[in-house]
């Protein structure tokens, strides 16, 4: 059981960490442009995600193996089904909804309907809350990131790029 458990942190440690090395050296092809005399691109963020990516990925298995060469054997428990653990399962497929849809759909039409969704399930009683700040956050991420930093949202397609079209 020990064996299984050291073997399986470590070797999914050690997958997560080569996984985000290869995933490194692809932002070579990002490209790189001069902002204000210093060389930023479109790889710095990614670059940055994925050394710490590989930091954790390494830290983990290094715990590992130092907590089992000291004597502490993890626990491995059973998951159970709890309302929290039922959540975070529903969260994470609204996350997975949400990315599926917004090539379709367009951050300005989706992103309020899946913050309602999410204010929801996080247990949000208010309905002024609920109502109120995801058209709030929409409109004002919508305003920085096209008017102020000229970044491109995705709009959707069909009556979904209409709409966009008319609101920005």
């Known amino acids: 059981m020990l064996k299984a458990l050291l073997k399986s942190e470590v070797i999914i440690s050690a997958?997560?960490?080569?996984?985000?090395?290869y995933l490194f050296f692809e932002t070579k092809a990002f490209g790189n442009l001069n902002v204000y005399g210093a060389k930023l691109g479109p790889d710095i963020w990614p670059k940055l995600i994925l050394v710490s990516i590989?930091?954790?990925s390494v830290g983990l298995?290094?715990?590992?193996?130092?907590?089992?060469?000291?004597?502490k054997i993890p626990t491995s428990d059973k998951i159970q089904f709890s309302a929290a653990n039922l959540r975070f399962i529903a969260a994470a497929g609204l996350i997975a909804t949400y990315l599926a849809l917004l090539p379709l759909v367009g951050f300005l039409v989706l992103t309020p309907v899946m913050m309602i969704a999410f204010m929801y399930l996080l247990g949000e009683k208010s309905k002024t809350w609920i109502f109120s700040i995801p058209f709030v956050l929409t409109i004002g991420v919508v305003l920085v990131f096209t008017k102020l930093m000229y970044v491109p949202l995705p709009r959707g397609t069909g009556i979904f790029l209409k709409i966009s079209h008319l609101l920005y």
Do not use: Q
């Open 15 to 21: 997958i997560c960490a080569a996984g985000a090395l």
């Open 54 to 56: 590989m930091a954790l």
């Open 61 to 71: 298995a290094y715990n590992t193996i130092k907590g089992v060469l000291k004597g």
